[in-house]
């Protein structure tokens, strides 16, 4: 297996770190990790540290949302029927439970559809609009969806159905020969998008259910009802905004920082049940929890059975009829999770077997895969060999893909460039989906790879380190402070911290699947501190027998001193932490990354 060697870079960005500490009232420390990721100005790192909701942008700067609203209210006062056309993931769920009871609590009527994603795949299709024209929907609202769907928008149109697009993903253009771009808008009657390119909206990193968070925002004024309602919906923004992994940047850190204090006392029985089988407190609550735990049950759902159980959870009227719900999506999640793990084994031998990671671009076909795990399984080949990835499986009509991305390559603007091979894709430059025909694998693999124009460079994994710290500067007061930077995830990682020579004086494995190492470490001033390692112990354990043999792995282990020579001595990338236990709080560090530093 090609293991790519990781890039530490040691940030040095240069501003007045005392001075706008003393103008802010907190510590240069926390200024300058502030200015790392990307806050200049004392109004800038104020807001990043101190944002609140009156910070959040005006609905109405949003293209077409005044349009849209004015759509929604006039079918609501006719009486019309909505249909909300939904997709199976965690943000198409949410965009859509808000549109729901947002349009229920205006006093209209709405109902919700959402693709098979295993004979239909992603978003809007002309099933949906012909059943919606069945039922009798006047005005269709999409959410997550649409923005590549301009079939089925005029399809719609032709049936006498009003359509409003809502959505976050890129919009489809053609390159010309000049450079230029040509966007291309689906031909309905208003499209709510803050990545086309004339939507003034300042913050263009909204999930769909930002997009349909804003516009109730702008219904909710314009009916004149208590914005305090709105509370439900942000905590759903929240969730939605985590688990479809947007920047933790602008205005999505001020949705999940506060939606995460809402989602605490959430007064949804679906939330709250699903909490109970999943072992989440409430009151500890994180972005974690979200994207690690919740969020997988309800992509479950739309991976692996009807996304109608994920409504069936998030609308019961009660604990009773939501607890049954809950285990039944997590007994579904665990399942998933077996499935996966098999899925990115069969991924690896294949790579291995194949030689793929000598390609810019990987592209594993996996024909025994079921369709929904192959975004999830290209995730965790894209961590392991840091390229490009896409799992293509084999699909009812033709073949469907999913891929993830590095930061060096944007997958949505090369599959525009292989659009003639394909039925079907969108997504955005981290991530994106597919179908083709197996006739055009081949070729599609071919023009992938020679128009990447990725370096070997490229492939190596950047860990951005915050600063130097030796462990003796850590304290409890100071990882406090820290927390004015959470909530932590893609776009504001948790500050990150180096020191070059750690001794590992003692080491034992823990927890139930012993998959956490635990160590007493010193540095070279004689301080001594617990270090957490969370991460792949094989492999840690193999470093240490590489760089200096088994016997200084076992007296590790030992607790005991290395053999002449071979003391242990190790660089770390880690963050700090304060452990609470029986009462007695301690100052540890949590290992991101090692390796052997010469000297």
């Not at 947002?102 to 978003?123: M, N």
């Not at 024209?133 to 005029?154: H, Y």
């Not at 010309?176 to 300042?202: M, S």
Request: overall charge negative; proline content about 4%.
């Amino acid at each position: 297996m090609k293991i790519s060697e990781e890039k530490w870079i040691l940030q040095n960005k240069k501003a007045d770190f005392r001075g706008l500490a003393q103008q802010i009232g907190v510590s240069p420390l926390l200024v300058k990790l502030a200015v790392n990721r990307g806050y200049r100005t004392r109004e800038e790192i104020h807001r990043y540290f101190y944002g609140t909701r009156r910070d959040m942008y005006d609905p109405e700067l949003l293209r077409d949302a005044p349009a849209a609203a004015d759509e929604i209210l006039a079918c609501i006062e006719s009486g019309g029927l909505i249909g909300i056309a939904s997709d199976f993931d965690v943000d198409g769920i949410f965009s859509a439970l808000i549109l729901y009871k947002g349009i229920l609590r205006l006093g209209g009527r709405a109902k919700i559809y959402t693709p098979d994603r295993v004979a239909e795949g992603y978003g809007l299709n002309l099933r949906i609009v012909a059943d919606a024209a069945d039922d009798g929907v006047r005005l269709l609202l999409t959410c997550d969806n649409g923005i590549a769907a301009p079939e089925p928008v005029a399809r719609a149109g032709e049936l006498g159905i009003t359509v409003v697009v809502t959505d976050h993903h890129e919009v489809p253009f053609t390159e010309k020969e000049d450079g230029t771009r040509e966007y291309h808008l689906p031909p309905a009657r208003a499209v709510v998008n803050p990545k086309r390119d004339d939507c003034p909206y300042p913050y263009k990193g909204l999930c769909g259910a930002g997009v349909t968070y804003k516009l109730m925002e702008l219904l909710y004024r314009r009916r004149g009802l208590p914005q305090k309602e709105l509370d439900e919906f942000l905590s759903y923004a929240a969730v939605a905004t985590v688990a479809d992994v947007m920047d933790l940047n602008g205005e999505n850190r001020i949705i999940v920082k506060y939606g995460l204090e809402l989602l605490k006392k959430t007064e949804n029985q679906g939330l709250r049940a699903l909490m109970a089988v999943a072992g989440v407190d409430p009151e500890t609550l994180s972005a974690y929890h979200i994207g690690f735990i919740l969020g997988p049950c309800f992509n479950a759902a739309g991976r692996l059975s009807t996304v109608q159980m994920a409504f069936s959870l998030l609308l019961a009227d009660s604990m009773e009829e939501a607890l049954p719900a809950a285990l039944e999506l997590k007994t579904l999640n665990d399942s998933r999770k077996e499935m996966t793990a098999r899925g990115v084994e069969q991924a690896r031998e294949k790579i291995e077997k194949d030689e793929l990671w000598k390609l810019p671009v990987m592209v594993v076909y996996l024909e025994d895969c079921h369709e929904s795990l192959a975004g999830i399984i290209a995730g965790r080949i894209r961590e392991l060999y840091h390229h490009p990835v896409y799992v293509i499986v084999d699909a009812q009509t033709g073949l469907k893909g999913s891929g993830r991305s590095i930061e060096a390559y944007s997958m949505f603007e090369h599959l525009q460039r292989c659009g003639d091979l394909l039925d079907r894709f969108g997504g955005h430059p981290m991530a994106a989906g597919l179908s083709l025909q197996e006739k055009n694998l081949a070729e599609f693999v071919r023009r992938l790879n020679e128009d990447s124009g990725l370096t070997e460079e490229d492939f190596r994994p950047v860990v951005r380190i915050d600063a130097a710290v030796p462990i003796e500067y850590l304290t409890e007061e100071g990882i406090r402070e820290m927390e004015l930077l959470a909530p932590f995830g893609k776009g504001n990682t948790r500050p990150l911290f180096a020191e070059q020579h750690f001794r590992i004086l003692s080491g034992r494995i823990l927890g139930k699947n012993r998959n956490v190492l635990k160590m007493q470490v010193e540095n070279r001033t004689g301080h001594r501190i617990e270090a957490m390692y969370f991460g792949d112990i094989e492999a840690f354990e193999d470093c240490v027998r590489r760089e200096y043999g088994e016997e200084a792995l076992t007296a590790m282990y030992q607790g005991r001193p290395s053999p002449a020579g071979t003391s242990i001595d190790l660089g770390f990338v880690y963050y700090p932490s304060v452990n609470a236990f029986r009462g007695r709080k301690t100052v540890q560090i949590v290992v991101e990354h090692y390796c052997r530093i010469g000297g």
